[in-house]
């Protein structure tokens, strides 16, 4: 059974900094793109950042600049270093990874993956 388990989601304040991680059980992802999304009270789930299995990376604008998505293969791992935090930035963030290694290489679209993390919140205090 696939799973996907994210961690390290925490109440901080703006300008902060936070480095989520999602480790992967099950299968192997190496060949595969991996993606990050959040969900903000009250709105729809968003794209945040995506990363290639060769390690190209892709952002949404709302975060280019201040995030910096990266996959460690050995461990299954990939992880979301979030700094300059800011209020808007409060949402629940999920990690996702499609089925084939052929989607990508930066998916950007929810209907584009296929497993899903349970989420972690993130809360930026103004």
């Known amino acids: 059974q696939v799973q996907l388990v994210e961690s390290g989601g925490g109440l901080v304040q703006a300008g902060d900094s936070l480095r989520l991680s999602c480790a992967a059980s099950g299968r192997t992802f190496s060949k595969h793109a991996m993606g990050w999304f959040r969900q903000a009270p009250g709105k729809e789930r968003e794209f945040v950042a995506s990363?290639?299995?060769?390690?190209?990376?892709y952002y949404a604008d709302s975060v280019k600049g201040r995030f910096t998505i990266s996959r460690d293969n050995a461990k299954n791992t990939v992880y979301l270093q979030m700094n300059s935090l800011k209020p808007e930035d409060t949402a629940v963030y999920f990690c996702?990874?499609?089925?084939?290694?052929?989607?990508?290489?930066?998916?950007?679209?929810?209907?584009?993956?296929?497993?899903w993390g349970q989420g972690t919140q993130v809360t930026v205090s103004s």
């Open positions: 996702a990874a499609p089925a084939l290694a052929g989607i990508g290489p930066h998916p950007q679209y929810e209907y584009e993956y296929d497993y």
């Open positions: 990363i290639s299995w060769s390690g190209g990376t």
